[in-house]
């Protein structure tokens, strides 16, 4: 049966004050204010209290850093050092604490209003190699929609890098497992819940013989790919330094510069950077957190949507957050942009919710989600502004940004409640924040 969501207090759509039709896991109908759907026999949900938002997407993570939040040897630290402290404790990670540390990042996002889930997951290694595996299965275990990753690591500190030697696989097995994967669960189909891409994880740690042969492996599968780059200072100094050019330079001689692209920060691009990027539809995720925690600067957003680049939003992993809350990311992204850009650019809460939905749809190559509109699916974030905090408030859906959101009341997923006043049903929060807690104190005691 069909669903009017009826009369939202307020709709991040144009032309729905009377709220949006569901039928299945489509969005059928937009009503206007103060009209009935034309939509026959609709189920009704009272949304008169509930600012409705389409499903917020997240272009960037890395879900087992969750077991690593807020820890001493983290904490005040640049990217290259922040690294080099954290690798010996990450190689330790095992099955266990990468499921529970995924079931906890996933959880978290679907309750701050992700309808749209990604892992940047490098976490391959021996005793790992089903760590793709594990997180398909989580994400289809909580009903949420999700790109994952098979990233990838092929240098080690046997190379004069930063990961530990047990971390690293030769370049053969990458590619045969990337491609297993993409057979095993990349749906291309309109609506898929399951996507994979491929994610060799930085300049200074994987070879151009997985970059350039996971090009051609995304071409063949009809994949998107995705990597870290120009997120600091130092990173540009090691290209300059190793290749004799800059991380743009390295991204075009691994045949990465094209449209299946989307890139994780992007802070350190010149305006031609910014030119270049944009003419080869490359995409760019956002994570003004992640970026403010460690330093490394800000994204120049508004640069390349100009030039024609998608621009998404991410949390980035949890060691460098130490949230994975999708919705306080939106608020930090105005802020930072803010700051960045200055008062004369007007940048609104309505870009930083651009970012969310449609520029992270767009990152991911997803037209059917990232709006709320007739035909798209029906993934919805709807808040309620019954806390202390939006007290006073006027404009519904800036008060969600501005006065600091961070926990939907309802969230909807290809047409199915995932989340309903605030919790997730049949989901033991407690039992997991147990298990959870203590797999990070095994991890780093
Ligand atoms: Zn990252």
């Known amino acids: 049966m069909a669903l009017w969501i009826r009369n939202p207090l307020a709709v991040l759509a144009e032309d729905a004050g009377g709220g949006i039709v569901i039928d299945g896991s489509r969005i059928v109908e937009l009503v206007?204010?103060?009209?009935?759907?034309?939509?026959?026999?609709?189920?009704?949900?009272?949304?008169?209290?509930?600012?409705?938002?389409?499903?917020?997407?997240?272009?960037?993570?890395?879900?087992?850093?969750?077991?690593?939040?807020?820890?001493?040897?983290?904490?005040?630290?640049?990217?290259?050092?922040?690294?080099?402290?954290?690798?010996?404790?990450?190689?330790?990670?095992?099955?266990?604490?990468?499921?529970?540390g995924a079931r906890l990042a996933l959880a978290e996002l679907l309750l701050s209003g992700c309808t749209t889930a990604m892992d940047h997951n490098y976490m391959v290694y021996g005793g790992m190699e089903d760590a793709t595996d594990i997180e398909v299965e989580e994400a289809r275990a909580l009903g949420i929609r999700a790109t994952i990753t098979r990233g990838s690591l092929s240098l080690s500190k046997k190379d004069g890098m930063v990961p530990e030697d047990n971390m690293v696989q030769d370049e053969d097995t990458i590619l045969a497992d990337s491609e297993r994967v993409l057979k095993r669960y990349h749906d291309t189909s309109d609506g898929a819940m399951i996507q994979i891409a491929l994610a060799p994880c930085a300049p200074f740690n994987v070879g151009k013989r997985v970059m350039r042969e996971s090009a051609t492996l995304a071409e063949t599968h009809d994949c998107r790919l995705h990597t870290h780059l120009a997120e600091t200072m130092d990173e540009e100094a090691y290209c300059k330094q190793v290749f004799g050019y800059r991380p743009i330079d390295w991204l075009e001689d691994c045949?990465?510069?094209?449209?299946?692209?989307?890139?994780?920060?992007?802070?350190?691009?010149?305006?031609?950077?910014?030119?270049?990027?944009?003419?080869?539809?490359?995409?760019?995720?956002?994570?003004?957190?992640?970026?403010?925690?460690?330093?490394?600067?800000?994204?120049?957003?508004?640069?390349?949507?100009?030039?024609?680049?998608?621009?998404?939003?991410?949390?980035?992993?949890?060691?460098?957050?130490?949230?994975?809350?999708?919705?306080?990311?939106?608020?930090?992204?105005?802020?930072?942009?803010?700051?960045?850009?200055?008062?004369?650019?007007?940048?609104?809460?309505?870009?930083?919710?651009?970012?969310?939905?449609?520029?992270?749809?767009?990152?991911?190559?997803?037209?059917?989600?990232?709006?709320?509109?007739?035909?798209?699916?029906?993934?919805?974030?709807?808040?309620?502004?019954?806390?202390?905090?939006?007290?006073?408030?006027?404009?519904?859906?800036?008060?969600?940004?501005?006065?600091?959101?961070?926990?939907?009341?309802?969230?909807?997923?290809?047409?199915?409640?995932?989340?309903?006043?605030?919790?997730?049903p049949g989901f033991d929060a407690r039992k997991l924040m147990a298990e959870h807690s203590a797999a990070a104190r095994r991890l780093m005691p």
């Not at 917020?56 to 690294?83: G, M, S, Y």
């Not at 956002?286 to 680049?309: I, M, Q």
Request: glycine letters at 8%.
């Open 32 to 100: 206007p204010s103060g009209k009935t759907p034309q939509h026959p026999g609709a189920e009704v949900f009272d949304a008169s209290e509930h600012v409705v938002l389409p499903g917020l997407i997240n272009t960037h993570h890395h879900f087992f850093q969750t077991l690593c939040r807020a820890h001493e040897l983290a904490r005040d630290k640049e990217l290259f050092p922040w690294l080099t402290a954290l690798y010996p404790h990450w190689s330790r990670v095992d099955r266990d604490m990468f499921r529970l």
């Open 255 to 424: 045949h990465w510069l094209q449209p299946r692209v989307w890139l994780a920060h992007g802070v350190h691009f010149t305006p031609e950077d910014c030119r270049k990027l944009g003419h080869h539809g490359v995409g760019v995720c956002h994570c003004p957190t992640s970026n403010a925690v460690l330093a490394s600067g800000f994204c120049k957003t508004l640069d390349l949507e100009a030039a024609g680049s998608p621009v998404g939003l991410g949390v980035d992993g949890s060691a460098s957050n130490d949230a994975s809350n999708l919705i306080e990311e939106v608020r930090h992204a105005l802020m930072v942009n803010r700051l960045g850009y200055g008062s004369s650019q007007r940048i609104t809460h309505r870009d930083a919710l651009r970012w969310a939905t449609k520029g992270s749809a767009r990152c991911l190559d997803r037209s059917d989600i990232g709006e709320i509109a007739v035909g798209k699916q029906a993934d919805l974030a709807m808040f309620k502004l019954d806390e202390l905090r939006y007290s006073g408030s006027h404009d519904p859906i800036a008060a969600l940004v501005h006065c600091g959101a961070s926990r939907a009341d309802r969230v909807m997923v290809a047409g199915n409640w995932r989340v309903i006043d605030g919790l997730i």
